[in-house]
């Protein structure tokens, strides 16, 4: 996808709000209690809610998304940057794009997206943001990230 398809598509966080629920449902999500894996999802709180027992579990958790207070949007174009063009984008360039004023939470974001970007390439051949699927919605590692940072010199 180019970037300008890219922004077409997905113009604001709503739509990519329904991206990542749709792409969470189609990979399927199984409730934590009591295994059903029929789930409504509730827009007020961006949380699916398991049909059996009510339990919920946020649209982020268990993602790379997880802990991340940046919007989905920021999550998307990032992924789409780094795994669509040929150039390196540099975390601080990439707070620019965004236009976002603190750099901390958007450091994080690329190292997390790196990480996954290197899991999966021991896989896959990476591909395009079409592949944005469960494989790279997964958790990563939260040792490694922190132990990333400890030895960085950021
Ligand atoms: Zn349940």
Known sequence: MELREFFEKYPDEETC???????RLESGLD??????????????????????????IGLRSGTVMENSNLPFRHWMI???????????????QIQY????KRYE???????????????????YRLKAYTDFDS???????????LQKRNNSSI
């Open 105 to 123: 939470p958007i450091w994080l974001m690329v190292q997390k997206i790196h990480l996954v970007m290197r899991t999966r390439d021991e896989k």
């Open 78 to 92: 990032c992924i789409e940057l780094m795994t669509l063009s040929k150039r390196k984008f540099s975390a601080l």
């Open 17 to 23: 709000i329904e991206e990542f629920k749709n792409k």
């Open 135 to 145: 494989e790279f919605l997964k958790e990563i590692e939260k040792n490694s990230i």
């Open 31 to 56: 409730c934590k209690k009591c295994e059903h894996n029929q789930h409504t999802f509730r827009r007020t709180d961006l949380k699916f809610q398991c049909k059996k027992c009510g339990t919920r």
């Open 97 to 100: 794009l965004l236009g976002h």
